[in-house]
């Protein structure tokens, strides 16, 4: 890999610490880099391209429906914008969706519907947000305030009011937070960038039951665990948990950006026209595309295989952190893994990329396993048997 940065990189700003490889080129799990090299992509472009690169029906989607209709305004009707609303609604259990193109506009949408739900109540406090410690949600401002890190929030302050914030998997801290002020709860179900952790079925549970006692919202954000990554279309069906609002973005377009609010007719009832809106959301083209992937991913027996690929995984992690003492935890779900190590996560990532394997950290020392969902078990193998010899290797 070049140790020159890139001719033009100096026209971007400096909002992401990149490697210097440059990419024009993609095919399924693989990404193949300006001198011709091929890299196995266990990062998908951060759990985004669930169905690959350049993945055929996506891109037949893309050349049919833009030489039809490709953005129209929210001021009419789109019959592709609606039948992936009934999709989205019907298949989490939900009733209605809001449009966006990004996982913190989706959180952004949220943030507001439970402001206005809260107004709705009649107590004229009922607007403040619980988040969690250590939870991602956007680098938006409103999705920023609820992300509970505070190394994302330090040179942007102030940020907005009413939020609050409690310890992840901790019901006595939660069930300490909630009162009759509380509008609405944020939880991931998995947080995904600060290192892969599950929420557990039990502090799901109790925050479904605080947020029927005092009448808040409970909002799933399932931007990056949801779309199939842990087994099931939505992450929350895992947990048995429903939410009253799931926000999704990501693996939603397969790479072509698209977000959404899926609500209830509880929360979503509360947003009346010109309380929010998006003039990209839900254009034809991005649901279409949206479109294509459930139908990729539900039809293709592409969520069905995960748990098979799951296992694979699982299998070959667990022979590895008996070899080694530097893996410490194994967790996740499905296609969303984390590796914690003692030490060393970066130089083991750096390690793998000179052997052309991408992966990518989440948090402080774990690596995070998020490739396409339809990685093949050849891949797979391929990938793990180099992240061992990553790890094998003497430290200098
Ligand atoms: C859980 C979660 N929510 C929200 C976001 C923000 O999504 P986006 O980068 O599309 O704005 C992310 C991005 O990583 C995420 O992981």
């Known amino acids: ?119 709705l109540s009649g107590n004229p406090s009922k607007n403040i947000i619980l988040h969690m410690k250590d939870s991602f949600h956007g680098r938006t401002l409103g999705a920023l305030s609820i992300t509970g890190q505070e190394k994302y929030q330090e040179c942007f302050r102030p940020l907005i009011g009413g939020t609050a914030q409690v310890d992840f998997n901790n019901i006595a801290s939660l069930t ?51 779309m199939g990554r842990t087994g099931s279309l939505f992450a929350f069906e895992q947990f048995g948990v429903k939410p009253d609002a799931v926000t999704l973005a990501k693996g939603l377009g397969g790479g072509f950006p698209i977000g959404a609010v899926v609500a209830n007719t509880k929360a979503g009832g509360a947003f009346v026209p010109s309380d929010h809106g998006s003039t990209f959301g839900g254009n034809p083209l991005a649901c279409t595309v949206a479109l294509t992937v459930l139908d990729q991913l539900e039809n293709h027996s592409v969520i069905s295989e995960v748990p098979v690929k799951n296992a694979y995984i699982i299998k070959r992690l667990n022979e590895l952190k008996e070899k080694t003492p530097l893996i410490s935890d194994i967790r996740g779900m499905g296609l969303i893994l984390g590796i914690e190590f003692t030490s060393g996560a970066k130089e083991i990532i750096a390690s793998c990329l000179d052997k052309k394997l991408l992966l990518i950290s989440a948090g402080s020392n774990v690596i995070r396993l998020v490739p396409a969902l339809t990685i093949s078990l050849e891949e797979l193998k391929l990938g793990l048997d180099i992240l061992e010899e990553a790890i094998s290797e003497p430290t200098t």
């Not at 079925?201 to 954000?221: N, Q």
């Open 176 to 226: 300490a937070a909630m009162n009759d002020d509380i509008c609405a709860v944020f939880i991931e179900p998995i947080q995904g960038e600060s290192g892969v952790t599950p929420a557990t079925v039990e502090f799901l549970s109790a925050a479904r039951s605080l947020c029927e006692k005092y009448d808040a919202l409970l909002i799933f954000d399932e931007v990056q665990c949801g």
């Open 1 to 119: 890999m070049s140790t020159k940065a890139p001719a033009n990189s100096q026209y971007l700003m400096n909002t992401y610490s990149r490697s210097n490889l440059v990419f024009d080129r993609g095919e399924g799990s693989w990404l193949i880099d300006s001198n011709g090299d091929r890299y196995l992509d266990f990062v998908a472009g951060i759990a985004v391209n669930c169905l690959g690169h350049s993945n055929p029906a996506i891109a037949e989607t893309i050349c049919n429906q833009s030489r039809q209709l490709m953005h129209i305004s929210n001021l009419y009707f789109n019959t592709n914008q609606m039948a992936l609303a009934r999709k989205l609604a019907e298949s989490a259990g939900l009733d209605q969706v809001f449009f966006c193109n990004s996982g913190t506009e989706a959180n952004e949408a949220a943030i507001k519907l439970s402001r206005k739900y809260g107004g």
